[in-house]
């Protein structure tokens, strides 16, 4: 009696909690008989589902094309998994922000083993918001804005290069700028053999990550997988120094490093290690895509690039003083190079997408995602959505001169996952533009309006040019 009595009062308080349109279903709803469809969709073949179509195209067509015939939430079946995609502003602040709880963050398994399982972006819950907490510090305003000196000297040691025409590999040269800009927000300085290690090991893991995750020895996964060991002797090493010399300095490793909880337990050097590739990987790669798009899209737009070096030039001395990047004093001070930044992300949406696993059967919008698929909400189709942004395939940085409606422009995502290092790309796409314009005209070679995937969109062959120093 008295079980019948408990189980009683948990299906009453499991009514109460589970509420209905988008939130948890629960089993007595299906009980009733109260089926709630599946959105509509195709899934494709058994097991291989659409996979072959999503990849054999350009992923943003696949994707435009389903929205085209089903809306604004349809299923397939990709990479294995029953999936669910959303094009909807409202759709993403439902899965990243109001419900985030009810969608835990998912990536294949051979990534996370490449990264490191303990960090922070596999996590949800307290865990993440502890480790989240020490990422956000390590990368706040005011430890960024005591960066602008050393991004700039990194930015300018590496521009030496450039000149005399010399062809130079555009994405290399932005990615040699974002990695050592990193190694800067996560170590401080470091001592150049160091960095030369972690730099040799850390491309051979960015080059095994997106290949077929395979131990056999010889693949590029599997070298990936030695060089992400190499990478933790590395880093242990360098704890192992920072902890005896106590250097003052603000930065993630410090952050890490001095953290208890509240038992006075500091993290294993496992959950300092993951944390710190990790973070490296979320930096690099996105910043040096953003920065390629940005030289390419002034390229092409001579009367944005005049205004733009117009802006840079009266900005200078404030620059040379420390300045906080893309104030809101800034934004108005610089319309044009304010334009072209938020235009470029939104063009570029480099983070196309992102994925999650439904922790629970969820119902929106009248549809059952039932508990372990995948939803994915679709920032570029957002971006590119002609009723938040009119002829989204056009290049237009005016279109900024308006602040977009609420919630359908997160270059850099939303809710509790969004992200943390956004201020220090703004500093180094903001370093970047204000030495480029102002000491440098640039030619692109050959074709140069094909977009490749690796796995962010970025222009054909890492838009190879030439680059030229102007009198000064
Ligand atoms: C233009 C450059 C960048 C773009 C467009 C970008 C975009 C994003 C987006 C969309 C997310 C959310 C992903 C999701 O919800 O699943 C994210 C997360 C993250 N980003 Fe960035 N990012 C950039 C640069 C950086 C930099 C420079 C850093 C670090 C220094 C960084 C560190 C992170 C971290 C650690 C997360 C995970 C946060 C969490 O799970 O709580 N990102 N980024």
């Not at 996370?112 to 918001?129: D, K, V």
């Not at 907490?133 to 000196?149: A, D, F, H, T, Y």
């Amino acid at each position: 009696m008295v079980l019948v009595y408990f189980i009683t009062f948990i299906l009453v308080l499991a009514g109460l909690v589970l509420t209905r349109n988008g939130k948890t279903c629960s089993k007595e709803e299906k009980k009733k008989g109260r089926k709630i469809p599946l959105p509509p969709g195709s899934m494709g073949w058994p097991y291989i589902g659409e996979t072959h179509q999503f990849y054999s195209q350009d992923p943003n067509v696949f994707f435009a094309t389903k929205q085209k015939r089903y809306g604004e939430i349809f299923k397939t079946h990709i990479l294995g998994c029953p999936s669910v995609m959303l094009t909807s502003p409202e759709a993403a602040r439902f899965v990243l922000a109001t419900q985030a709880h009810l969608f835990r963050p998912t990536y294949p398994k051979g990534k996370e083993r490449l990264i490191g399982p303990s960090a922070l972006f596999f996590h949800q819950g307290e865990y993440h918001a502890r480790l989240r907490k020490l990422v956000q510090s390590s990368l706040s305003p005011e430890v960024i804005r005591n960066m602008v000196g050393d991004v700039e000297a990194v930015l300018l040691t590496m521009m030496e290069n450039w000149d005399g025409g010399k062809v130079m590999n555009t994405l290399e040269e932005m990615k040699k700028f974002s990695f050592e800009v990193g190694i800067l927000a996560v170590f401080g300085n470091l001592e150049s053999h160091f960095r030369e290690e972690l730099k040799k090991n850390y491309c051979m893991v960015d080059r095994g990550y997106n290949c077929f995750p395979s131990n056999f020895p010889g693949t590029r996964y599997w070298k990936a997988l030695l060089a992400r060991r190499n990478l933790d002797s590395i880093i242990c090493e360098i704890v192992g120094e920072r902890k005896e010399k106590r250097f003052k300095e603000k930065n993630l490793l410090r952050c890490l490093l001095d953290y208890r909880d509240e038992k006075g337990k500091f993290l294993a050097d496992a959950q300092i290690a993951d944390n710190i590739i990790g973070v490296l990987f979320a930096a690099q790669d996105t910043t040096a895509s953003i920065m390629t798009w940005i030289i390419k899209y002034l390229h092409d737009n001579p009367k944005l690039l005049e205004a733009v070096k117009t802006e840079h030039n009266l900005i200078s001395r404030s620059f040379d003083e420390g300045f906080r990047p893309l104030s809101w004093k800034q934004k108005r001070a610089m319309p044009a190079t304010h334009g072209l930044i938020m235009e470029t992300l939104r063009m570029a949406t480099i983070i196309s997408f992102t994925f999650r696993e439904t922790v629970a059967d969820v119902e929106y919008k009248g549809y059952l995602i039932p508990k372990g698929w995948k939803v994915l909400p679709l920032f570029r189709n957002i971006h590119h959505d002609p009723e938040f942004f009119p002829d989204p395939d056009i290049f237009d940085p005016s279109r900024f001169e308006v602040t977009p409606k609420p919630h359908t422009f997160m270059p850099f995502g939303i809710g509790v996952h969004s992200c943390p290092g956004n201020e220090l790309a703004k500093l180094e796409i903001m370093t970047l533009v204000h030495h480029l314009v102002r000491k440098f005209r640039w030619e692109i070679m050959g074709k140069h309006d094909g977009t490749e995937y690796s796995p962010f969109p970025v222009p054909q062959d890492g838009l190879p040019a030439r680059f030229w120093k102007l009198p000064s």
